[in-house]
């Protein structure tokens, strides 16, 4: 069993922050990436940031330069720093991650159940 538990999301003004964590647990072999997505309202879900292993980052450019992956791998912990968050970024964020969960499995991918947040203009 594999489990991602997100937190961190909330409420907060136009131009103000915040930082989502994701723990993943269970019984894992290798985590080959850590991401975030969001998914706001009548819209599809959409690709935040990914960070890897080897801690390669990539980043929507909606968020770039605002937004900020960082991933702790021998804790299997992710983190999103949300800067500058605008109307825009209101969505609910969920966590994922690309794993083996032993050496003979192939690659999956799992996701958290989701975070709210959301931003006042």
């Known amino acids: 069993q594999v489990q991602l538990v997100e937190s961190g999301g909330g409420l907060v003004q136009a131009g103000g922050s915040l930082r989502l964590s994701c723990v993943v647990s269970g019984s894992i072999s290798r985590i080959n990436s850590m991401g975030w997505y969001r998914q706001a309202p009548g819209r599809q879900r959409e690709v935040v940031a990914i960070?890897?292993?080897?801690?390669?980052?990539n980043y929507a450019n909606s968020v770039k330069g605002r937004f900020t992956i960082s991933a702790d791998m021998g804790r299997n912990t992710v983190y999103l720093q949300m800067n500058s968050l605008q109307a825009e970024d209101t969505a609910v964020y969920y966590c994922n991650s690309n794993l083996r969960r032993t050496m003979w499995n192939l690659p999956n991918d799992y996701w958290g159940q989701g975070t709210q947040v959301t931003v006042s203009s």
């Open positions: 960070i890897t292993n080897g801690g390669n980052t």
